[in-house]
């Protein structure tokens, strides 16, 4: 199963050659991902920095140029593995016609407090399988 996010394009995602800037990219996956994954950030700003998430690669490959327009662009995300302490994402960042970016991006679980990985939780891992 895929999650899809309906992401703006916005006037100020633009560079001087007249199409989204190929850093902010990496704002519309994470956009995504914070939606997606929504129901595993702790309430608490303590809990957040023991049980959180961070990015350890991320590959993007640009296909077509995106210029602004008013209608949103859809970035579609799939979960295509699941380790103890990391997870792999494949996404899409398209329209119904086009294909803009295929990425792939690595997360590794992360108690930011110990300043480590740490191992999923099996809520984690529930929640993640939605997306497999």
Known sequence: MTYTYQCPV?????DANG???NAIYARYLEEARMNAFA??????PQDRLTSNFVVSEQTIKFTRPLVYRAEP?????SVV????VS???SCEIRDADTVFVTATTQMVAFDS???RPRRLSEDERVSLERFC
Not at 81 to 84: K, S, V
Request: hydrophobic share 50%.
């Open 19 to 21: 199409h989204v800037n």
């Open 113 to 115: 407090a110990m300043g």
């Open 39 to 44: 129901d595993l950030v702790p309430d608490d």
């Open 73 to 77: 662009v859809s970035v579609v995300m």
């Open 87 to 89: 997870f792999k994402l």
């Open 10 to 14: 916005r006037w100020s995602d633009m």
């Open 81 to 84: 593995e699941i380790r103890p």
